[in-house]
């Protein structure tokens, strides 16, 4: 167990040990290949895309320790810290037991989701867990049914079921963790998921929307389903992202990482870069992985003085780990200093290298108009286009 999972208090159990034999594959399900990645990778993508810092316990078959753990540390990037591995049971109850002993002694909520939900997007993940820290209860998403549903005997219909009352159920499904471990440690029976284990021991649980790309990969039509909703998804996107600060005397400026001897800074918790700024909500934004001040708030004290380029990096691991590349950004500078003109190419220069795509910066004035207008500013506004 990493040090760095002492300071969380969310621990994810992805559970991905099964054998998947409804999948007529030789590997276990979580190692079948899907659009050029494993079933547990593509899973544990949304996961690292979640807004919430957590421990991510990887449950895997003893056969395949090494491989899950290689696949999970590829997946997590500089978050490979936060990483655990084992080996999992005979049964998915037994294997969720053997996550749950591993988590670090500081989480407090614990979310167990199925690799099998491969295509699960990180907003359900970030829903589940503000939920149950709302509630303080167990939470699961669910989908409405939609088909008309009947109850039978053999081959004879009996009745026709009220779907108003029938959810579907997905995962991640979300606990208090003193609720889920005592759950576990007084459970006589195995149960179906996570959420009736909880219910059985006494525990309240509620239900959150879900998301139709959370389906479990269980069959070769639902493996070939996922790969036609990749294939689908191999679009562009695009994200807007603007920051201001006024200027400071007291302090350096630098923008788009580049320094500015002779020029006011700019006034932020940070080192007030706007450019970088506006780049790292832009690609948030394109990416749907929220934006810079819910990723490095202004309160949060580690990033007091930091260069943003590690605003930057971060950002860039996390739109790798959502699946998702850069193809290009651009920049627009409002400003009536400094010139940028001179240094243009070479801040085009250093950002590229940094998001690994092509960069280009251009710079106006507001002709006298509003805050930066009267010098007593600077915005950026930056666009970023990402695919799959």
Known sequence: MSSLTDAVRVGIVV????????????????????NGATILEHALRGVFASA???????????SHLGQARAIAEHAAGAASGYVDVVAGGETRQESVSRGLAV???GVEVVLVHDAARALTPSALIDRVVAAVDASGAGVIPAMPVSDTVKRVEVDRVVETVDRSELVQVQTPQ?????DLV??????????TDDAALVQAAGFAVSVVPGEPQAFKITTPWDLRRAQQLLDRGAQARTGIG????????????????????????????????????????ALLSAAGLGDIGGRFGSAD???????????LRETLRLVDGAG???MNIAVQVVANRPRLSTRRSEIETHLGELVQAPVSVAATTADGLGFSGRGEGLVAIATALLAD
């Open 15 to 34: 559970v991905a040990a099964g054998s998947g034999t409804r999948l007529a594959r030789d590997e276990p399900k979580a190692f079948v290949e899907l």
């Open 52 to 62: 919430t810092p957590a421990q991510v316990v990887v449950v895997a078959p003893a």
């Open 103 to 105: 988590l670090a002694d």
């Open 174 to 178: 979300g606990f208090p963790r003193a």
């Open 182 to 191: 005592t759950s576990y440690a007084s459970a006589a029976d195995d149960h």
């Open 242 to 281: 603007i920051d201001a600060h006024r200027y400071d005397d007291a302090v350096p400026l630098w923008l788009g990482g580049v320094f500015f001897p002779d020029e006011p800074g700019l006034a932020g918790h940070s080192d007030g870069d706007a450019v970088i700024h506006a780049i790292c909500d």
């Open 301 to 311: 004290p580690r990033y007091a003085g930091a260069a943003s380029s590690v605003f």
């Open 324 to 326: 998702l590349r850069v």
